[in-house]
């Protein structure tokens, strides 16, 4: 089985720079993605990372450990815009790309 | 370039009810997952459909049951509600292959079972 946690809820200034962390427990690793969701729509993918190391997307960055089963995701430039929750979320070798989400990180931003 | 579907966007039962949810995929794909997220929660695997077959089942029951046209719509019908099944119901779309597994999620189906 599965088992993914990442923190309830962060808070941080516009601006700055906000990192949410994420373990996970897993038989067989096969990716790990990163979700951003606003509060009453739907999850929409930030990014995705197999191997060990550090991906950079613009504001966002995610990185990867699987040796500690331990990703983060990395949040620059804080916009009020980004105060949303951030799902964190595996893929097994065992799974037809089913993926297993944790419970989210709810992030808010202030002026 | 559509993207992921649903229908309806909101809706209201009583206990024992039975409800059909829609979905259409983006276009292009030809699996359709379903997930259910509670409240403060994250989604939870439902099923997967592929080839008008369920490929996959996450640990629901049986009043949970599922669809896949030749068109590679899905719809996902729940017997005998229960106050629990209160949840955004989403539908996520992706192609068959394993290389990449990123989803695209529908807007999702707000249920609200009283």
């Known amino acids: 089985g599965q088992n993914i946690d990442q923190p309830t809820e962060m808070t941080a200034t516009e601006g700055a720079i906000v990192q949410i962390n994420c373990t996970y427990q897993t038989s067989g690793f096969n990716g790990l993605f990163w979700y951003q969701q606003h509060a009453g729509e739907a999850p929409t993918f930030l990014s995705y990372n197999v191997l060990d190391g550090l991906e950079e997307k613009g504001r966002f960055s995610s990185f990867l450990s699987r040796s500690k089963g331990y990703s983060y995701l990395l949040l620059k430039e804080l916009q009020m815009k980004d105060s949303a929750s951030y799902l964190c979320?595996?893929?097994?070798?065992?799974?037809?790309?089913?993926?297993?989400f944790g419970a989210g990180t709810q992030v808010v931003v202030t002026p | 370039d559509a993207g992921v579907t649903q229908s309806p966007t909101h809706l209201i039962k009583t206990r024992g009810q039975q409800v059909t949810l829609r979905c259409s995929p983006k276009s292009g794909h030809d699996t359709v997952s379903w997930y259910q997220q509670a409240l403060g929660q994250g989604p939870q695997f439902i099923f997967q459909y592929y080839e008008e077959e369920e490929r996959q089942r996450g640990n629901f029951p049986d009043r949970f049951s599922g669809h896949q046209f030749p068109n590679y719509s899905s719809e996902l019908n729940v017997n005998a509600l229960l106050l629990g099944d209160s949840a955004l119901y989403l539908c996520?779309?992706?192609?068959?292959?394993?290389?990449?597994?990123?989803?695209?999620f529908g807007e999702g189906s707000r249920l609200t079972v009283l």
């Open positions: 979320a595996v893929r097994s070798t065992d799974s037809w790309g089913k993926l297993q």
């Open positions: 996520a779309s992706s192609s068959g292959g394993l290389t990449t597994g990123e989803l695209f």
